[in-house]
């Protein structure tokens, strides 16, 4: 099975910039959609932005203008552009293949992504 590693999270000032990166092991091309979650303290994991096989994207209303999916599948590498980031943003991000039913992989260990207000 595909594996995720997240990475390029840190703490950052509101206002400021992160790109997160989400490595494959294997082909993402056959993956179709792909997605980034978060998870704040004491909330469940919400998708966050997805990207289908073509490019289409969608996001949720809280980061829409803010932030961008990407994907690059020639390296196997889904990213997510965060701008304007606000002290809500502040969570653990996950990239996962979502799915109909949900999501298609095991869960990477996530980023952590620290707003400060």
């Known amino acids: 099975q595909v594996q995720l590693v997240e990475s390029g999270g840190g703490l950052v000032q509101a206002g400021g910039s992160l790109r997160l990166s989400c490595a494959a092991s294997?082909?993402?091309?056959?993956?179709?959609?792909m997605a980034w979650y978060r998870q704040a303290p004491g909330k469940q994991r919400e998708l966050v932005a997805l990207?289908?096989?073509?490019?289409?994207?969608n996001y949720v209303d809280s980061v829409k203008g803010r932030f961008t999916i990407s994907r690059d599948n020639a390296r196997n590498t889904v990213y997510l552009q965060m701008n304007s980031l606000k002290a809500e943003d502040t969570a653990v991000y996950y990239c996962?293949?979502?799915?109909?039913?949900?999501?298609?992989?095991?869960w990477g260990q996530g980023t952590q992504v620290t707003v400060s207000s």
């Open positions: 996962n293949q979502a799915t109909p039913s949900g999501v298609g992989l095991t």
């Open positions: 294997g082909s993402i091309f056959s993956l179709n959609t």
């Open positions: 990207i289908s096989l073509g490019g289409l994207t």
